[in-house]
Every structure is written in C-alpha cells, then in structure tokens.
T-cell receptor, first 114, second 116 residues
C-alpha cells in the first residue's frame, strides 16, 4: 500500500533563507510519480512540482526544486530564497503509474518570518 | 471563468438537511475527483469519475451521493450528515490519462462544510 510521510508538522524560516520540507514514501511499485502542492489559507491546493520515478534529474520549477533520492525513498521539496507569500501548508503526494488515486501526506505548515 | 470553481464556499447544515456541493471545471479535463480534508488528517479521496462514469468509490458512506452529468460538472449531494462529516471538501480535475505520467490534478478552493 502507498504511504506518504511528512515528519515536520510545522517549520519557521526567516525570509530569503532556503527551506527544505521532508517527504518519504513507501511503495512496492517501480513506476510512480511524486507531487508537491501548496495550500494557502484560502484553501485551494496549488500544484508546485512533479517528479517521475524514472526521471534521472531532479525536477525544478523556478524557486522550487525536488531533491529526489530513490534509494532512500525520499522526495524533499527545496524552496530557495523564501518569501512571505510562501507561508502555507505544503503537501507531498504520490501516484502509482496506471492509477488515478493521488495519496497525500499529513502536510507541513511553513511560516516565513520577516 | 477559468480553472476549477466550487460552490458554495461555505455551508452550514443540520443533520436532517439535504444540500449539494457543486464543482465546475473549464480546463477540458475528463476526470473529476472529490476529496475530503478533515482537521489533522491527510486528504482522503472519496470518488473518481472518468468521462462521467464513476471509476472509484473509496468506501464512502451512502449519505454522500456524487453525480457527474458531464465531464465539466460534478456534484456531491449531502443527506443526513453527521457532525464528524464537517470538513473541507475539495474538487479536482485532470486529464483522464496523461502519457507523461504526471496527470496533474487541478483543485478548486473547496467548500467548507459544517454539520450542526
């Protein structure tokens, strides 16, 4: 069964610093995708970045990058040069290939301090 | 309008009421989803529809009744709910199948439901 673990319930970071949000996953499948979403207080889940299990390079999207370590089954999100607007809940999620079900972790609440 | 729109944004209902949540997407997607987000719990998938057909029901109680009249609209009919059903209900859509494997879900802003 799929499982996503985010061990950091909350994180506090100074503006302009880089931050790493942890995510580990468990699957017996060889083919899967990993996702990160941001949820501001407004409630909407905003897609940030995707990493396929067979992708050799770590995914990057602007200030977001995914530190993918397949052997360790970890997919940490790195936000460079954090901004006040980055304050939100962040969710890691996984889908096994061929499935539509996206399984989410518990989330990490990130607070950026000025 | 663009993206995924959910109405109402907030709903308060008694346990004997009947109400409905509505979701509409303007992205040309063929798959639609209902997720439940309760406090201190991960998002839970409730239902999946592909081309108007229900393809997944995650053991959801029958007091939640989904309806998908076309690929752009999704409803969640609510009847005889319990206080523990109070949560944020999120609708999402995606391409039915994406050859790249990403098949990114686009979410609405959610409907915050409170059952008294």
């Amino acid at each position: 069964a799929q499982k996503i673990t985010q061990t950091q319930p909350g994180m506090f970071v100074q503006e302009k610093e880089a931050v790493t949000l942890d995510c580990t996953y468990d699957t017996s499948d060889q083919s899967y995708g990993l996702f990160w979403y941001k949820q501001p207080s407004s409630g909407e889940m905003i897609f940030l970045i995707y990493q396929g299990s067979y992708d050799e390079q770590n995914a990057t999207e602007g200030r977001y990058s995914l530190n993918f370590q397949k052997a360790r089954k970890s997919a940490n999100l790195v936000i460079s040069a954090s901004q006040l607007g980055d304050s939100a809940m962040y969710f890691c999620a996984m889908r096994e290939r061929g499935a539509q079900k996206l399984v989410f972790g518990q989330g990490t609440r990130l607070t950026i301090n000025p | 309008e663009t993206g995924v729109t959910q109405t109402p944004r907030h709903l308060v209902m008694g346990m004997t009421n009947k109400k409905s949540l509505k979701c509409e997407q303007h992205l040309g997607h063929n798959a639609m989803y209902w997720y439940k987000q309760s406090a201190k719990k991960p998002l839970e998938l409730m239902f999946v529809y592909n081309f108007k057909e229900q393809t997944e029901n995650n053991s959801v109680p029958s007091r939640f009744s989904p309806e998908c009249p076309n690929s752009s609209h999704l409803f969640l009919h609510l009847h005889t709910l319990q206080p523990e059903d109070s949560a944020l209900y999120l609708c999402a859509s995606s391409p039915s199948r994406d050859s790249s494997g990403a098949n990114v879900l686009t979410f609405g802003a959610g409907s915050r439901l409170t059952v008294l």
